[in-house]
């Protein structure tokens, strides 16, 4: 069974530009969660999807948002791209929506904002 | 608000002996509790959950850990660690189950051989 996929692995891009992370949940998972982590901040909720709906949001600018397809895939965008966006970004996707399962973790994302 | 801490941001230790990683979370009626192990450029994978019943949990590559209500903690035990559980462990709660994972910030732990 295929894990959890995040594409880019890593990117780099400028200040001010904007960038999409992409993630292909486990499959028969219709919900998927995304964090960012920092070595400051370490792991901070973003948003969760549940069969294509926004369920819960971090606290978080409005430039970070999110959607999610009917075959579960997840999507991440960042506009207005700033130097503290400097993070991996962590998928997640898990079979229910009630997190008393577990979550399965992709590898991440780790964008670098120059 | 939902908050976890852990108490050390790194513990070293040396190879098969025992080991203790401190977590405490703030209290609700109802909180559910996880701890997960993160390799070098890797993801997370959940070591155990607790959710209710027994207060000693049981999970993989022999760590374990205990529930304990009036200390509002959540510490993760190993009898002996080796080389290869180096790595950084999270804890994490949710309320209910119907609120997002709230991670602490993470131990670092270093096996020396």
């Not at chain 1, 960038?19 to 219709?30: D, E, K, N």
């Amino acid at each position: 069974k295929a894990g959890v996929t995040q594409t880019p692995r890593y990117l780099i891009k400028t200040r001010g530009q904007q960038v999409t992370l992409s993630c292909s949940p486990i499959s028969g998972h219709r919900s998927v969660s995304w964090y960012q982590q920092t070595p400051g901040q370490g792991l901070q909720f973003l948003f969760e999807y549940f069969s294509e709906t926004q369920r819960n949001k971090g606290n978080f600018p409005g430039r970070f948002s999110g959607r999610q397809f009917s075959n579960s895939r997840s999507e991440m965008n960042v506009s207005t791209l700033e130097l503290g966006d400097s993070a991996l970004y962590l998928c997640a996707s898990s079979f229910s929506a009630r997190t008393t399962g577990e979550l399965f973790f992709g590898e991440g994302s780790r964008l670098t904002v120059l | 608000a939902q908050s976890v801490t852990q108490l050390d941001s790194q513990v070293p230790v040396f190879e098969e002996a025992p080991v203790e990683l401190r977590c405490n979370y703030s209290s609700s009626v109802s909180v559910y509790l996880f701890w997960y192990v993160q390799y070098p450029n890797q993801g997370l994978q959940l070591l155990l959950k607790y959710l209710s019943g027994s207060t000693l949990v049981k999970g993989i590559n022999g760590f374990e850990a205990e529930f304990n209500k009036s200390q509002t903690s959540f510490h993760l035990r190993k009898p002996s660690v080796h080389i290869s559980d180096t790595a950084e462990y999270f804890c994490a709660s949710s309320y209910s189950g119907n609120t997002p994972l709230v991670f602490g910030k993470g131990t670092r732990l270093s096996v020396i051989a």
